[in-house]
């Protein structure tokens, strides 16, 4: 495996349903993202990870629950979703930890969502 | 707050045409500037970027932009387009957060090629 993988890719859930949605990256990376992608909306970032630490959360409903047990591995638990939390998800790694405007951010191919 | 605003949402060109997509930015000083690209069914890949010096970027499949200070522009252009252009192309801005530096995405322009 090369770059950034997400499973799974696809992923439908009832509302009372709780699941889990996994990032890995084969980069060296220090630093990991979820971004939610909503149709007709900018990419909205939900959580960053630096060196394994939470370092921002903008605002992310507690029924989103993150994890980075280490710095190659990212994961989203999911409970108790919307259907308005229907989306494509992303994660992001880049290297230099997040303190570095410079830092070139590579993505996974995300894990499309259907809350039913 | 800086933003940034990609005012086309879809473009069609035609293969072989010119192309270019516009990406206007609000931001206090000199940003720095990004253009992504994300074929369907795939995560964003980094086209080119800009941070300082020749305001003429050059990137991979092609691209280039522009920096343009007096107009907060930094717009996409490819001389001739391919079939495999088709994507949806997003321009970003690094800021700091509470924390860490976030990327602003536009909302993206999705670019249709017709054979």
């Known amino acids: 495996e090369t770059g950034v993988t997400q499973t799974p890719r696809h992923l439908v859930m009832g509302m009372t349903n709780k699941k889990s949605l996994k990032c890995e990256q084969h980069?060296?990376?220090?630093?990991m993202y979820w971004y939610k992608q909503s149709a007709k909306k900018p990419l909205e970032l939900m959580f960053v990870?630096?060196?394994?630490?939470?370092?921002e959360n903008n605002s992310v409903p507690s029924r989103f629950s993150p994890e980075c047990p280490n710095s190659s591995h990212l994961f989203l638990h999911l409970h108790t979703l919307q259907p308005e939390d229907s989306a494509l998800y992303l994660c992001?790694?880049?290297?230099?930890?997040?303190?570095?405007?410079?830092?070139?951010?590579?993505f996974g191919p995300g894990t499309r969502l259907t809350v039913l | 707050a800086q933003s940034v605003t990609q005012p086309d949402i879809h473009i069609t060109v035609s293969e072989g045409a010119s192309l270019e997509l516009r990406c206007n930015y609000s931001y206090g000083a000199t940003p720095y500037l990004f253009w992504y690209v994300q074929s369907p069914g795939q995560g964003l890949q980094l086209l080119l970027k800009y941070f300082s010096g020749d305001t003429l970027v050059q990137g991979i499949k092609g691209f280039e932009a522009e920096f343009k200070r007096s107009q907060s522009s930094f717009n996409l252009r490819k001389p001739s387009v391919h079939w495999s252009d088709a994507a949806e192309y997003f321009c970003?801005?690094?800021?700091?957060?509470?924390?860490?530096?976030?990327?602003?995405f536009g909302k993206g322009t999705k670019l249709s090629v017709i054979p």
């Open positions: 980069l060296g990376h220090n630093a």
């Open positions: 990870y630096s060196l394994e630490e939470r370092v």
């Open positions: 970003a801005v690094p800021f700091s957060g509470a924390g860490s530096y976030q990327l602003t």
């Open positions: 992001a790694s880049s290297q230099d930890g997040a303190v570095s405007p410079y830092n070139e951010q590579f």
